[in-house]
């Protein structure tokens, strides 16, 4: 969760997409869900804004429904569909592999790089 986080800033872990300029907003349609999977989607929401990784927005331009998955355990696993959006964005000519996670490695282990640890 967003606790055990502690002394990692916002700004830092926060993403924020770069979107085409010409790219028009696009909301999909509501879906319709059954009793069963509305209330999984509703649970596993409410486990999200508990934990802080999400929180509600409102008067949104994008919206992209939430798609839910049976697994073989028999529970749901909630997906987002992100294919208008991720057409709206533009592809990155030179992707370092990993780089959130090495600058997350580079925070967490600030005091020991340099002293005992290489990077």
């Not at 770069?18 to 999984?40: D, F, T, Y």
């Not at 998955?69 to 533009?90: F, G, I």
């Not at 990155?92 to 640890?117: A, C, E, H, T, W």
Request: charged fraction near 30%.
């Amino acid at each position: 969760s967003s606790a055990d986080m502690s002394g990692i800033d916002a700004d830092f872990i926060c993403h924020k997409l770069a979107i085409h300029k010409e790219a028009n907003p696009v909301v999909q349609q509501k879906r319709k869900l059954g009793g069963e999977r509305r209330e999984a989607i509703i649970a596993e929401t409410q486990k999200l804004l508990d934990a802080g990784f999400i929180r509600e927005v409102r008067y949104t331009t994008w919206l992209a429904n939430v798609v839910l998955v049976k697994k073989n355990s028999e529970k749901w696993r909630m997906c987002v569909d992100y294919t208008n959006l991720n057409k709206a964005c533009p592809k990155d000519s030179y992707p370092l592999p990993s780089i959130d996670k090495l600058r997350l490695m580079d925070k967490v282990f600030q005091q020991q790089i340099g002293r005992n640890m290489e990077v």
